[in-house]
């Protein structure tokens, strides 16, 4: 089963306008990190936003927030005022731990959106 | 400011060759990881290093070798390129630590790799 879900392949959004990126997660693991990412056509990937699996409030960053609703399994990416620069590949990915609630940190991603935004 | 520099952007070799991917960081990072990215499947981690000389096989590692002689150089070898390895590579490093902790995996700038 796929560990996080982008049923998003594209999405477009008016400059000035605000978009959301949808990112379901499956895991059983009660401790874990979800993570957005921007990927330019350059191909580096910039990280935008971080929710831990214990935060009471939905993480911010600028013109970023995270829709975190835990029951549902869902971390959507809310991007305010977009901007023609936010035109990329986003990627949603997740941070399980291992026992004794360490982790080596590796990333699970989900397939990406691409988002591109019109004048 | 953190930096993972990958030794090449764009890199040609020929089928059979044995193929070095170099990557490197600056901030000391325990963990390292060598990723594939190919389109509509996202990421997919290859191998990953918790620590000098130890490593672990990700999600995808038949075909491909590892090695991590210092901490900061984490190396991926493909010991006889097919074609079917044609992709684009990334590497990450980040800080070990719980898994509810805000460690942000770095990357570098990718290597796209044709086998041909």
């Known amino acids: 089963a796929q560990k996080i879900t982008q049923t998003q392949p594209g999405m477009f959004v008016q400059e000035k306008e605000a978009v959301t990126l949808d990112c379901t997660y499956d895991t059983s693991d009660p401790s874990y990190g979800l993570f957005w990412y921007k990927q330019p056509s350059s191909g580096e990937m910039i990280f935008l936003i971080y929710?831990?699996?214990?935060?009471?409030q939905n993480a911010t960053e600028g013109r970023y927030s995270l829709n975190f609703q835990k029951a549902r399994k869902s971390a959507n990416l809310v991007i305010s005022a977009s901007q023609l620069g936010d035109s990329a590949m986003y990627f949603c990915a997740m941070r399980e731990g291992n026992a004794g609630g360490t982790s080596y940190g590796k990333l699970t991603f989900g397939q990406g959106t691409i988002l591109t935004v019109h004048p | 400011d953190v930096k993972v520099t990958q030794s090449s952007r764009y890199l040609v070799k020929r089928t059979g060759e044995k193929v070095f991917l170099e990557c490197v960081q600056d901030m000391d990072h325990e963990n390292m990881f060598w990723y594939r990215q190919d389109p509509g499947l996202g990421l997919r981690l290859i191998y990953f290093?918790?620590?000098?000389?130890?490593?672990e096989k990700g999600d995808i590692p038949e075909g491909y070798s590892v090695s991590r002689e210092k901490k900061e150089r984490f190396s991926l070898i493909l010991e006889s390129a097919s074609t079917n390895q044609t992709s684009m590579y990334l590497c990450?490093?980040?800080?070990?630590?719980?898994?509810?902790?805000?460690?942000?995996?770095?990357f570098g700038a990718g290597t796209r790799l044709s086998v041909l």
């Open positions: 290093s918790y620590d000098v000389k130890m490593k």
């Open positions: 990450a490093s980040t800080r070990a630590g719980g898994s509810t902790t805000k460690n942000i995996q770095y």
């Open positions: 929710q831990g699996s214990y935060d009471q």
